[in-house]
């Protein structure tokens, strides 16, 4: 059975750090696009972060962008999201996503994992 783990959430205070894990397993997604949504209450689910298999290429929503970083280690079949100078607006449940049908973009994924909740306080 394939299944994508997240782990690493939790509660920060607004100018914090954490650092997400995804961790897959039941097959290898080295050669999958991979990447990160979140959905914070009572707002639909959106795109964070992606990877192309290499980790040559990345890609992040406006909102996030010079203070998130994703990353692989294929040997490792993980994928990391670094959260730096949080804010309260980050505050959402973190999905891991992968593509098996896409080495390059995140597109439609075709795995999700469970998601973890993410909490910054102001």
């Known amino acids: 059975q394939v299944q994508l783990v997240e782990s690493g959430g939790g509660l920060v205070q607004a100018g914090g750090s954490l650092r997400l894990s995804c961790a897959a397993s039941?097959?290898?997604?080295?050669?999958?696009?991979m990447g990160w949504f979140r959905q914070a209450p009572g707002k639909e689910r959106e795109f964070v972060a992606a990877i192309s298999w290499s980790g040559t290429n990345t890609y992040y929503t406006d909102s996030v962008k010079g203070r998130f970083a994703i990353s692989r280690v294929n040997a490792k079949n993980t994928v990391y999201l670094q959260m730096n100078s949080l804010k309260p607006e980050d505050t959402a449940v973190y999905y891991c996503?992968?593509?098996?049908?896409?080495?390059?973009?995140?597109?439609?994924?075709?795995?999700w994992g469970q998601g973890t909740q993410v909490t910054v306080s102001s």
């Open positions: 996503a992968a593509n098996r049908n896409s080495a390059t973009l995140l597109g439609q994924p075709t795995h």
């Open positions: 039941g097959r290898t997604f080295s050669s999958s696009a």
